[in-house]
């Protein structure tokens, strides 16, 4: 039996509020909703493009740590706190997933977190056997 693993970005944010980044319970790997903080300055960038393409390095890096990579991801779930974010956040979501293509939702909602954060992806990644 498959031994389900915890990994962690180191995030204080996963200590202190008991989650990890991702779960691996073969052969899935299970991608908690990432925000565009840059976790080793703890960073956030104003632009939302910018935070995306944070989420997608602390997500790739969540996969390879649980021995999978992008093109496993099967499934992406993305949340704005604005429609006009949508564009540029979509944009930088293709330049990582234009190949890969995941079924994949994006949202739009009144808030997250904290008022810095304006988007959120969560990734579902199966591994190919």
Same mark, same amino acid.
């Given at each position: 039996?498959?031994?389900?693993?915890?990994?962690?970005?180191?995030?204080?944010?996963?200590?202190?509020?008991?989650?990890?980044?991702?779960?691996?319970?073969?052969?899935?790997?299970?991608?908690?909703?990432?925000?565009?903080?840059?976790?080793?300055?703890?960073?956030?960038?104003?632009?939302?493009?910018?935070?995306?393409?944070?989420?997608?390095?602390?997500?790739?890096?969540? =996969?390879?740590?649980? /021995?999978?990579? &992008? %093109? *496993?991801?099967?499934?992406?779930? +993305?949340? $704005?706190?604005?429609?006009?974010?949508?564009?540029?956040? =979509?944009?930088?979501? /293709?330049?990582? &997933? %234009? *190949?890969?293509?995941?079924?994949? +939702?994006? $949202?739009?909602?009144?808030?997250?977190?904290?008022?810095?954060?304006?988007?959120?992806?969560?990734?579902? %990644?199966?591994?190919?056997?």
């Amino acid at each position: 039996m498959a031994e389900r693993r915890l990994i962690s970005t180191g995030s204080p944010f996963e200590r202190d509020y008991g989650y990890s980044r991702a779960v691996i319970d073969e052969p899935f790997a299970f991608v908690a909703g990432t925000t565009g903080y840059d976790y080793a300055a703890m960073t956030m960038p104003e632009d939302v493009a910018d935070q995306a393409r944070n989420c997608w390095r602390t997500i790739g890096k969540a =996969l390879t740590d649980g /021995g999978f990579s &992008l %093109a *496993d991801v099967v499934r992406v779930t +993305t949340y $704005v706190t604005r429609p006009e974010f949508q564009t540029p956040v =979509l944009q930088a979501q /293709g330049a990582v &997933l %234009a *190949d890969i293509r995941p079924a994949a +939702t994006i $949202v739009v909602v009144s808030a997250l977190a904290r008022s810095e954060m304006k988007v959120e992806i969560e990734a579902t %990644a199966k591994r190919r056997t």
